[in-house]
């Protein structure tokens, strides 16, 4: 299996691996996770540094009735959760080529989902996690469609999940997880083959850029 | 086979059995001794902090357990309140991670994580779950989609149990500029621009002093002992 080329930078695996990460940057991060032994390893680095500073911490006297309130809830909750209690939850066996943790938030195979169409060639989901205007979605674009130039006024992050797509950076396959920001103005392009499926997660509108929008959006702030 | 479960094993219903509740009591009392006395800790370093995990996967064994807790809650409590948690509610969250470490033992792999790794996944896990009522998105190590490590020799240079100590030791002898930051990063929920505007750096050494002290940490987790 080919590791994936583009990653999401130290800055991006910090927060993830010291829990500041919003959950839908999270989702996109742990996703490529899958994907890359890579940054695996990188965040088990940085959790381990957590571990180290955890254990540097200078303790925090606890009040007299922690420990017997401990005591307590141990007895209450000392069985283990047995296998059998847990809801078993099998995924569809469409389901299965859908790397977790993306699997867990999806509840019909990507092909049952529901597309609707955003631009000539380009259909999303809306996953519904975090708060405006951070959005979290799965974005189908057909074969050789291409996505309207464009600049971003916040982040994106961008994670393959199948087919692939270019832009005058680069080109991105399976796994690779494209961060852009406010400097990145481009044009992404599908792959003739087999076009491209990304989960996608934008903390701000996109900004078109190109010819007759960048023309609209300026008459539309004026 | 009512009998099939021997009275004094932790497995004993409590309900069943008010000798256990007398021996609950008895083991707040010598915990409770132990803490005050800062036992637990002198105990613990005897007695590695894996090996008491493991003791309570394995034996569900109390004491273990309780030399765990003693260790470990204080420690917890202070992180939980460096990140914006009350006192009252950072002991709260500190219990409801030691009953998953009391429950999750068997999970525990020290090939894979030191204790103190595992404990810190835990708490932080714990606290977007509580404070922030957001799910944690995490790989699954079983998933078939799972992309594996190519080779044998990307194993790490040093063991999961010898790491704690050695990276604590190249924290201490990080600048203390850097130690500082590296701080604030995992035990304070801000963005590195906040962290600059609050302390009068500049955004740009922020970055490149977390990434100097990051560097050198994992330099000396990859090299060999």
């Known amino acids: ?222 | 086979m009512v009998d099939a479960v021997p009275l004094d094993s932790p497995f004993a219903g409590a309900a069943a059995c008010p000798w256990w509740h007398m021996r609950l009591a008895a083991d707040v009392a010598t915990l409770w001794a132990m803490l005050e006395t800062g036992l637990t800790d002198r105990a613990t370093q005897g007695r590695n902090l894996d090996e008491l995990v493991l003791a309570v996967a394995r034996e569900r064994s109390r004491p273990a357990f309780g030399a765990l807790f003693g260790h470990f809650a204080p420690r917890m409590k202070s992180y939980l309140m460096r990140l914006g948690t009350d006192a009252g509610q950072a002991e709260e969250l500190v219990q409801e991670v030691m009953l998953l470490v009391w429950n999750r033992a068997e999970t525990f792999d020290p090939a894979q994580a030191s204790a103190s790794t595992w404990v810190f996944t835990i708490a932080r896990n714990k606290r977007i779950d509580v404070i922030r009522r957001e799910r944690r998105p995490e790989f699954d190590p079983n998933d078939p989609a799972l992309v594996p490590q190519a080779a044998e020799a990307a194993d790490r240079a040093i063991e999961a149990g010898q790491e704690t100590a050695r990276l604590r030791a190249a924290i201490g002898a990080l600048p203390e500029e850097q130690a500082e930051l590296l701080r604030l990063a995992y035990f304070d929920d801000k963005p590195h621009s906040v962290i600059s505007a609050e302390r009068g750096i500049p955004l740009g050494t922020v970055k490149s002093r977390l990434r100097l002290a990051l560097d050198r940490l994992r330099r000396l987790l990859r090299e060999p002992v």
């Open chain 1, 1 to 222: 299996m080919i590791e994936p080329k583009y990653h999401p930078g130290e800055e991006i695996l910090l927060d993830y691996a010291d829990g500041s990460l919003a959950e839908p940057a999270a989702l996109v991060v742990a996703t490529h996770l899958t994907f890359c032994p890579w940054c695996r390893r990188q965040v088990a680095e940085l959790e381990a540094i957590g571990g180290a500073l955890l254990e540097d911490e200078a303790p925090e006297p606890l009040s007299p009735e922690c420990l017997s309130a401990m005591m307590a809830r141990l007895d209450q909750g000392s069985c283990p959760e047995p296998e059998a209690a847990r809801p078993l939850r099998l995924p569809s066996i469409d389901l299965l080529g859908v790397p977790q943790p993306l699997r867990s938030y999806l509840d019909a195979p990507l092909s049952a989902l529901d597309w609707r169409p955003v631009a000539r060639g380009m259909e999303e989901v809306d996953l519904g996690l975090g708060r405006a205007p951070v959005r979290a979605r799965l974005l189908r674009l057909r074969a050789g469609a291409v996505v309207p130039r464009h600049t971003h006024c916040g982040l994106e992050m961008n994670l393959v999940l199948a087919g692939g797509y270019h832009d005058q950076r680069g080109s991105y396959r399976l796994g690779d997880l494209v961060v852009d920001d406010d400097s990145v103005d481009h044009r992404p392009v599908a792959e003739r083959g087999n076009g491209c499926v990304c989960l996608n997660v934008t903390d701000a509108p996109l900004q078109m850029t190109g010819g007759i929008r960048r023309f609209i959006t300026q008459r539309l702030r004026w």
